[in-house]
């Protein structure tokens, strides 16, 4: 029986991802995985309307093109299916803010990840707490079968659609971000006007830049600007009747909480301790992929980052028994 050299923790798409590039170098490898299926963020937790909101090129896995016939946007399934062929990442568990007086709400309160449809609130009251992509567009999705929603937005935030975002990220492979930014922030403010009289309003610093240094993704909007109607200032003393909180309030890591030794790769929030490009290598053997909060393309990154690197430890330890 031959030994296994490496023990992949989770089989989401950067382990999947990760497992195939250690193939290709003939690392045999192992996938431990606590659900019933891969990528179960994917096939259990997403709404019904969701698309990769990055266009397909930027959606790859290793050694795994996408066929000249995938749409360029890939709605969920069509994703789902092309992974038929972190591990524990960065969506590990729903994180919904501590908020007092939520357990004696009498209505219906979900996270994102529990969000499926809007069918069965059709003329509620439904308040969208977060307005990150996930936000914004199941605000979109309940407005559709005639849910009367209130979005909460709280910190500045740019409003792209999927195209600026798509010739931005080509653009980036040719001009420094600050020019690709400019362009970029441009072509928003000539689409969607001064958004501020709804409340919602830019970083100063441009989208890409956000995205390099935050991590914050910018918004793409599929329809939900064109339907806000308002701005409603609460203050202190002022109520609205709810029948449906959704927390779209986005996950965290949760690596920190089984790993005995997280320390070794990891931080005190589950991310890692090392900064872009290296936060992929930690000590002792412990590597993370899918942790740099650039998404698929991301994940290839550090996929195959860590296989190259276990191949060479490998290699390094051969040299020295010969």
């Known amino acids: 029986m ?23 170098l003939s690392i045999l ?45 890939m709605p969920k399934d069509i994703f789902v299916q092309y992974l038929d062929v972190v591990a524990n990442g960065e969506n590990g568990e729903d994180f919904v803010p501590e908020l007092l007086g939520l357990d004696s709400f009498g209505g219906v309160v979900i ?8 069918k069965q609130y059709e003329d509620k009251e439904a308040l969208v707490v977060g307005c990150g992509n996930s936000g914004i567009e199941i605000a979109y999705d309940l407005s559709n079968f005639g849910t ?87 203050e202190n003393g002022f109520e609205k009747e709810f029948d449906v ?20 790769v990891l931080n005190d929030d589950g991310m890692p301790k090392n900064s872009f490009p290296t936060h992929w290598k930690g000590e002792n053997g412990l590597y993370c992929a899918g942790l740099s909060r650039r998404g698929i393309f991301g994940v290839s990154m550090d996929a195959k980052a860590i296989a190259d690197d276990i191949k060479m430890i490998i290699n390094n330890k051969e040299k020295k028994l010969e």
Request: with cysteine; glycine share 6%.
């Open 2 to 24: 031959e030994e296994v050299v490496v023990v992949i923790v989770g089989a989401g798409p950067s382990g999947l991802a990760t497992s195939v590039c250690l193939n290709q």
């Open 29 to 73: 490898n192992v996938i431990l995985e606590r659900e019933d299926c891969y990528a179960s963020l994917w096939k259990k937790r997403t709404y019904d309307r969701l698309t990769i909101h990055l266009a397909k090129e930027f959606c790859s896995l290793p050694f795994m093109p996408h066929l000249p016939t995938c749409p360029t946007f």
């Open 111 to 118: 996270h994102a990840s529990e969000y499926k449809t809007g």
């Open 148 to 234: 009367h929603t209130s979005i909460v937005v709280k910190s500045p935030f740019h409003v792209l659609t999927k195209e600026m975002v798509h010739l931005g990220m080509v653009l980036l492979k040719y001009l420094p971000v600050f020019l690709v930014d400019t362009f970029i922030t441009i072509l928003s403010k000539f689409k969607y006007d001064d958004l501020s009289k709804y409340g919602i309003y830019r970083p100063k610093k441009g989208p890409f830049y956000v995205k390099e240094i935050m991590g914050r993704s910018p918004v793409l909007d599929v329809g939900t600007v064109k339907k806000i109607q308002n701005k409603v200032q609460f």
């Open 245 to 264: 909180i959704v927390f779209a309030t986005g996950y965290k890591s949760v690596a920190n909480n089984w790993l005995r030794d997280y320390k070794y």
